[in-house]
């Protein structure tokens, strides 16, 4: 008698979560709970490690002769040790998207309270924008 109520019971509640109804259709995009920096700032730190460790004391920007982007940053290291960090530099057009144009990331070593000047030029002549990464060295 047992086994039959718990077999019924079972079966009602199969039953009752295979009719339930959902919503179908479109969908509105989600939302990201973290704001997007690397879509707004120009410099941006990738990890808690360089969060802490590294800052950027001021960036220059020109437009050469044959209308390429030229950036260079002076990244500085905030802490009383040698650090290594990687630092690429992603190139966008005039609305802020980004043209492929991506430097690979290039190993800077940083010593103890330094300041180093990083460059980056762009191969396109499209490039207006630009966000600067960094990273802790792997």
Sequence with gaps: MKQGFWIG???AAGI???CQTHDRGPYLPQTPKTPAYEATERFVLLDPGTQRSVTCSGIQERVLPDGRLEVVA???NREN?????QVN???KDINGYSIGD???????????NATEQVRFVSMSA???KF???VRQAR
């Excluded at 040790?81 to 960090?85: A, H, L, M, Q």
């Excluded at 991506?102 to 103890?112: D, G, R």
């Design 9 to 11: 019971l079972l079966a």
């Design 131 to 133: 966000t600067i990464r």
């Design 81 to 85: 040790r040698r650090i290594e960090v």
């Design 126 to 128: 499209q490039a207006r």
């Design 89 to 91: 530099c992603v190139f």
């Design 16 to 18: 009752w979560c295979g």
């Design 74 to 76: 002076q990244i500085r």
């Design 102 to 112: 991506e430097t690979p990331f290039q190993t800077l070593i940083l010593t103890e």
